[in-house]
């Protein structure tokens, strides 16, 4: 897929959109993001597919995954480093959660993958994608 930078905006939050967990953190970023300038699909959507080839994300990631340009190019963050990634567009007190980056990797990822293999028992599925509210519908690949 040959998609440009700007299409991204200030970066692309792909999620799985039958989550309930997942739903709740995109609802959760649109009421604290700082500037109304990150993305959305889900991973069920075809542009999101799409972005996952061009970038080879592999198929087996089924976590958070935030897209971002860096000049040209365009690059990806999974799991923590996602969430910190997302965490640096939010309003304070929330965009604190972007110093947790500082800690390694590994033990925050078992954590994410802890929640991550558990979140449909916690949170629960839903049958579909849910359709973004109007106000927000223009933020959203579908």
């Known amino acids: 897929m040959n998609r440009k930078t700007t299409d991204i905006g200030a970066g692309l939050v792909l999620f799985d959109g039958m989550c309930g967990l997942c739903d709740r953190s995109v609802q959760f970023i649109l009421k604290h993001e700082r500037d109304a300038e990150l993305r959305f699909a889900p991973l069920q959507a075809e542009p999101a597919a799409a972005l996952r080839h061009s970038l080879n994300i592999p198929p087996d990631v089924d976590s958070i995954v935030f897209v971002f340009s860096k000049g040209e190019e365009i690059g990806f963050a999974v799991r923590s480093k996602a969430v910190f990634s997302i965490a640096s567009h939010l309003k304070i007190p929330w965009r604190w959660l972007r110093f947790l980056s500082i800690l390694p990797a590994g033990p925050l990822d078992k954590i ?7 979140r449909s028992r916690f949170w629960g599925r839903f049958d579909t994608c849910r359709i973004p509210d ?5 933020r959203f690949f579908s």
């Open 134 to 138: 109007t106000k927000h519908q223009h």
């Open 112 to 118: 994410y993958d802890w929640v991550a293999n558990n």
